[in-house]
């Protein structure tokens, strides 16, 4: 069984009378919880190493490319972040829908966030269309759904705008 320290922070697995310490994790995935702590602490830039060493030791530890992705995302760098979630994505098995959708919010918001309002929009369609089956993902999808009216809205008020580029004062006489 494979246990995540973001849960056991978060009291998931929290079980009186039973100690954690003892549990030798495979050395990708105690690299993969030393950056899930960074990340919790909200020290997210000293995430990337540990994520990045991960990857090297396992280049299919999911957890470690969407974890990445996070990091990347935070710090600006959109595609990367996308990348290493769409790369979590195909990792995570074709049963482990709710892991699959979180990644797939990620390139949305990590597309979102580029600036590009149609390369978004197309981003949360995908994810809206693959989570919508999902009750679990109806809030999230309830979200999705305002962040595509706003980037489709946006997408459509696009210039150019006919009257011009330039921003102008009325003139007042005095």
Known sequence: MRFSLALMVAGVLAVPGVAFAN?????????VNKATALIVQGRVSEAEAPLRAAIAKDPNEAEAHYNLGVVLRESGRFDEASGEYRAAMN????GDEPNQAKCLYGIALAQEATGDPA???GAWHEYIRFAQRFESEQTS????????DGELRAANLKGPFPFGSTATRPQHDQ
């Open 119 to 121: 390369v978004a929009a």
């Open 23 to 31: 549990v030798i994790l495979p050395p990708a995935e105690a690299k």
């Open 91 to 94: 990792l995570f098995s074709s």
């Open 141 to 148: 999808v309830d979200i999705a759904k305002n962040h595509l």
